[in-house]
């Protein structure tokens, strides 16, 4: 929790961060959410900071910019390339129109694409996500 708070530049209140733990990773059936949830919270994923002291040879500069090290919040939040990345494929999914904002019925075209698919809350996290960053 702590890395987290130092990470996002303010403190984490001990009840939201329980409530994380006791709500958000449980709303889905879904084994590979989860596990995804549980590998972002405990940060397992290997940023090339991370390789670099494993390997001689990798450089710790993030792998889509090469401008700054690439810690753990860079390589998924920070980095430009990446927020670019994210921003244009949520305008792609995300044309807010009433049906699908308000009511939450989403057009067969985007449930072809695979990214919405049979996840209920897909939506609201984003427009959260969005709305606090």
């Excluded at 494993?54 to 430009?80: A, D, R």
């Excluded at 699908?100 to 919405?116: E, S």
């Excluded at 939506?123 to 959260?128: P, S, T, V």
Aim: aromatic share 18%.
């Amino acid at each position: 929790m702590t890395r987290w708070a130092q990470g996002v530049g303010h403190p984490i209140q001990f009840e939201d961060w329980e409530k994380l733990w006791k709500t958000k990773l449980k709303y889905s059936s879904s084994f590979k959410l989860r596990e995804n949830w549980y590998k972002m919270f405990f940060r397992w994923y290997l940023t090339s900071q991370k390789l670099s002291k494993f390997y001689k040879n990798q450089k710790k500069e993030c792998w889509n910019c090469s401008n700054k090290t690439g810690t753990f919040l860079h390589v998924w939040w920070e980095c430009k390339e990446v927020k670019d990345a994210w921003i244009t494929k949520l305008r792609e999914y995300m044309d807010m129109d009433t049906m699908t904002f308000l009511l939450k019925i989403i057009p067969k075209k985007k449930k072809k694409d695979g990214l919405v698919t049979s996840k209920k809350n897909f939506y609201k996290g984003n427009i959260e996500l969005i709305l606090n960053s």
